[in-house]
């Protein structure tokens, strides 16, 4: 049976009258009507005033030639065509006016400087003169947007070329493409394809699109219904990529509803960039994969995999989120440093939710990290004076469980090329990558006279940076994996057996040129283990902790592959340290210590249930 569907989006940045198929006949149309077509005269005749003051005619001073000559203008555009397209003809006729006298590129980036500064006021005093005549309505607040958008796209791609000699155009082509995938856990797929060469006149902003698509099957209400929330996410957020914005966040995670769908995938390019990534699901583990490349090289790929469930609130995230901002600091990149957090923290979001909407096949790990995690905290809090991990300060993975769903990722900011550590190999000449994984792992154990619950979780993090320029080479590789285990006695519902460690890797190899052929080498490789137990015995807290540090380095003068001098020196350090604390007695409040003793009960019933439903 196909099923006709009717549903509409937002995409901006894209001409809308387009055909595109899928595998089942989908087509796109376009709404002709102009959404602006009903704006006031005054609207347009304040803006075209304003930016005529801050035109090459509105700034003679500005606009000499290089041989001190004035410059005449001309002009491709009507006077009464969009303000936005008149003004941006100008300058471009002025700027290729420019070019061909001989002009400097300094000169030009100068001017181009001040017409950029003069159409962002342009704009905001265009906004402030309607707002002080009660005028500013919001269909005339959207005419202004777009014509700022559509300003500030062309000048910044007059900019990139200035340098270049090749004669700038206004309808200057440029190809765009948006292809979205969509997948139904019933096994449907939609497909919408959409490719335009176009340039600065033809941008859309914000034009409504109608798509109506065929499916062979049934196609439900609620799954049209979560395919149009999906769609209307994505469309919306395509205009800024289209047109150059930063690649920041992933639009369609939030929005997705994986009760209906399973998966879907997004590709754009368009401004010298191509954004691709895409997200499945499959009841029990869900996948995240994204690539970033602008001009030819890659800018920032990331892939990341996890089960279903598990709590991902401020505290669960905060330690992993300060650790992309850690990973991404050498590379003084804010804007990657957030879309990595932010695509971090929409993914394990989502888990959170389609664990609570799913039938969680994980759902004794859930409640295992949350036990554990729960009795861990109490024993901390009955042990203020205990020693724990050593060197905890430095430590960037810290002590205890994390509620988060099991997942493991990896992400990469790189420069000329591609690498991965699953790779010995690696091609990166200049770049980050960096890992983070969580696993957590529980069974029925009997030890001693007791029998409990054995709850381990293993996190992991390992950075490797590198900065090569010219003959200058650097590598740092730091490697920390955590790893607890908590013993949780059936009997008294309390942790009776807690063994923690921390092993981290520091790994620096430097070479500087030093000239005539001469490099000044240093590599320093340090090691650092840290152990923690701790044993609830009748009499009281055995607590063990031991930290050892190795560290060896190497100095010296090379010339090729030879040293004409070398130092090498090599450390050890070793600490034991074991204490005991003595219950202590006191007063104890019954009724909160029952209510604790039922909530662990009921929990650990829980978790027993889920165990043997698992077989």
């Given amino acids: 049976m196909t099923i006709n569907r009717v549903g509409s989006f937002i995409l901006q940045g894209l001409e809308s009258n387009q055909k595109v198929r899928t595998q089942q006949n989908l087509s796109i149309k376009s709404n002709k009507d102009n959404q602006f077509g009903g704006i006031r005269v005054l609207t347009k005749e304040v803006l075209k005033s304003k930016l005529n003051e801050y035109s090459p005619q509105g700034l003679n001073a500005l606009y000499e030639s290089a041989d001190n000559g004035k410059i005449k203008l001309y002009s491709t555009v009507k006077n009464d065509d969009k303000p936005w397209t008149f003004f941006v003809d100008r300058v471009t006729q002025r700027v290729n006016q420019g070019k061909a006298q001989g002009e400097s590129a300094d000169n030009l980036n100068t001017l181009l400087d001040n017409i950029t500064q003069g159409a962002n006021r342009a704009h905001n005093e265009t906004r402030d003169l309607l707002q002080a005549m009660s005028q500013l309505d919001p269909d005339s607040e959207s005419y202004i947007a777009k014509s700022q958008t559509f300003t500030r796209f062309a000048l910044e791609e007059m900019s990139a070329k200035i340098n270049n000699n090749e004669v700038l155009e206004v309808d200057k082509n440029n190809t765009k493409t948006f292809s979205l995938t969509v997948k139904t856990r019933e096994g449907d797929e939609i497909l919408i394809n959409i490719k335009q060469n176009q340039g600065w006149k033809d941008l859309t902003f914000g034009r409504e699109i109608n798509t109506r ?19 209307n ?12 914005d930063d690649f920041s966040y992933l639009a369609g995670i939030e929005a997705f509803n994986g009760e209906q769908l399973s998966g879907f995938s997004l590709n754009l390019s368009g401004s010298d960039q191509k954004i691709s990534y895409s997200y499945s699901h499959d009841g029990e583990s869900q996948k995240l994969e994204g690539n970033w490349r602008q001009s030819g090289e890659v800018k920032a790929n990331f892939t990341l995999n996890s089960k279903i469930g598990g709590v991902a609130e401020r505290e669960d995230l905060t330690q992993y989120l300060e650790l992309i901002n850690e990973a991404t600091k050498s590379q003084d990149n804010a804007q990657l440093s ?19 909407s799913l039938e969680n096949a994980n759902k004794a790990f859930d409640q295992s990290r949350e036990l554990a995690g729960n009795l861990f905290s109490e024993m901390m809090s009955l042990q203020k004076g205990r020693i724990g991990l050593m060197g905890e300060d430095k430590a960037k993975l810290k002590e205890g469980f994390n509620r988060l769903a099991d997942f493991s990722s990896n992400f990469m900011i790189g420069v000329g090329g591609e690498k991965s550590q699953s790779k010995k190999s690696s091609n990166l000449k200049s770049g980050v990558e960096f890992s983070l994984s969580q696993k957590t792992q529980m069974s029925v154990k009997n030890e001693g006279e007791s029998a409990g619950l054995l709850v381990e979780q293993t996190r992991k993090f390992i950075l490797d940076e590198v900065i090569s320029e010219n003959n200058n080479r650097r590598d740092n590789k730091t490697t920390e994996e955590y790893i607890i285990d908590a013993f949780i006695d059936f ?33 320093v490789n340090t090691q650092t283990n840290t152990e923690n137990s701790l044993h609830k015995l009748k009499e009281g807290y055995l607590e063990n902790s031991r930290k050892s540090v190795k560290e060896n380095t190497e100095k010296g003068i090379m010339a090729g592959d030879v040293f004409s001098s070398l130092i090498k020196n090599q450390s050890h350090y070793i600490q034991d340290i074991t204490s005991f604390t003595p219950n202590q007695v006191g007063n104890n409040k019954l009724d909160e210590e029952v209510l604790k003793m039922n909530f662990k009960s009921k929990l650990l019933n829980k978790i027993i249930n889920a165990l043997d439903e698992k077989g």
């Fill in 338 to 356: 957030f879309l990595f957090k932010n695509s971090f923290s929409e993914f394990m979001q989502l888990s959170q939710r389609l664990g609570a």
């Fill in 233 to 244: 996410a994505v469309g919306k957020a395509s205009d800024g990529l289209l047109n150059g």
């Fill in 491 to 523: 009997e008294t519902l309390s942790m009776t057996a807690m063994n923690q460690s921390r092993n981290t890797k520091e790994d620096l190899k430097e070479k500087l040129y030093l000239g005539m052929g001469e490099y000044l080498s240093n590599k």
């Fill in 213 to 231: 698509y065929e499916v062979e099957g049934e196609l439900s209400d609620t799954e049209h219904q979560a395919l149009s929330e999906l769609m």
